[in-house]
């Protein structure tokens, strides 16, 4: 209460202040505003890695799906065995995957065993890793040395086969970006060896 002493515009001040101070309307309001760019990054980086684990496994079932059609050799006119295992794979992956910027690959190997070997070199350093210059068994007849000995094609009969696709996917948010990806990108890989079935 004011006393008769205190000047009016002292008393209103003060009842004015003491009415604020109880006042909460619009806290509601303000701790969203604080919370929600949070929050709607939080709910944009739970898609995208859900995105990401959906195209993952896309990628997965295309290698499969081709791997099933390229092992019966049928080659259909029109077009080569390469060519519609490669149209299967972008088929599969429902348009999430970028074929002209993913790398595809067919690489045919003797057996299930030399799957990403390299051709065999002599190391005459011992640095453990094949230099310019080191003897080495061309084993492809190209003249340089293979980090991978697996030719591209997809085989004859009886041949083992790698289907392999490689993909950076963009990521959307720069958050997420830089905790699981690299200059913006995530990469992903799938691939399946199998054995051509003997249609000859």
């Keep these: 209460m004011c006393s008769i002493f205190k000047k009016t515009e002292d008393c209103l001040i003060s009842s004015s202040t003491h009415r604020l101070k109880g006042d909460e309307r619009g806290i509601v309001s303000q701790e969203f505003a604080i919370i929600s760019p949070l929050l709607i990054l939080m709910i944009i980086g739970i898609f995208e890695l859900g995105t990401i684990m959906l195209v993952n496994s896309l990628m997965e079932g295309a290698m499969r799906e081709s791997s099933r059609y390229g092992i019966t050799g049928r080659a259909d ?3 080569s065995r390469e060519s519609y295992i490669r149209q299967i794979v972008d088929e599969q992956t429902l348009g999430f995957v970028d074929m002209d910027k993913a790398k595809f690959e067919t690489l045919v190997y003797s057996d299930f065993g030399s799957i990403g070997d390299g051709e065999p070199y002599i190391d005459g350093n011992g640095n453990g ?7 080495f068994t061309d084993e492809n007849s190209n ?7 697996g030719e591209d094609s997809a085989g004859a009969a009886d ?9 950076n996917w ?3 948010t720069p958050l997420i970006g830089a905790l699981i990806g690299t200059d913006g990108h995530f990469p992903m890989e799938a691939s399946i060896a199998v054995r051509n079935e003997p249609w000859e």
């Design 170 to 172: 963009p990521i959307m």
């Design 129 to 135: 890793a094949y230099d310019v210059g080191e003897t």
């Design 143 to 149: 003249g340089a040395w293979d980090a991978d000995v």
């Design 77 to 79: 006119s029109g077009i």
């Design 159 to 167: 041949d083992v086969v790698l289907y392999r696709i490689s993909y």
